[in-house]
């Protein structure tokens, strides 16, 4: 099986930045796509940021500009830089991979989620 583990959550002020790390480990045979998603209260899930094992990217229209994804695939390792923060931007921050523990046996794996606050 695939584990996924995010770090680098916390409070920070607004207009400040934070840098998130997120690590796939396990039977992992290949990794297509990793990404952000990022929850409130009450609220869905929604995409922030992914990226491809290609370095193709997508972004929420919320965060463009403002945050840039970044994948080591070397290490199943993606980065979200989060730049000019702002307190809308506070959520559980979560991180996915879609990934394959054999040839063709794929599997949508998800992080615990790390917590972002934007607060003066």
């Known amino acids: 099986q695939v584990q996924v583990v995010e770090s680098g959550g916390g409070l920070v002020q607004p207009g400040g930045s934070l840098r998130l790390s997120c690590a796939a480990s396990?039977?992992?045979?290949?990794?297509?796509?990793m990404g952000w998603y990022r929850q409130t209260p009450g609220k869905q899930r929604e995409l922030v940021a992914t990226?491809?094992?290609?370095?193709?990217?997508n972004y929420a229209e919320s965060v463009k500009g403002r945050f840039t994804i970044s994948r080591d695939n070397a290490k199943n390792t993606v980065y979200l830089q989060m730049n000019n923060l702002k307190p809308e931007d506070t959520a559980v921050y979560y991180c996915?991979?879609?990934?394959?523990?054999?040839?063709?046996?794929?599997?949508?794996?998800w992080g615990q989620g790390t917590q972002v606050t934007v607060s003066s």
């Open positions: 996915n991979a879609v990934a394959s523990w054999r040839a063709g046996a794929w599997g949508d794996y």
């Open positions: 396990g039977s992992i045979f290949n990794i297509h796509t």
């Open positions: 990226v491809t094992s290609g370095d193709s990217t």
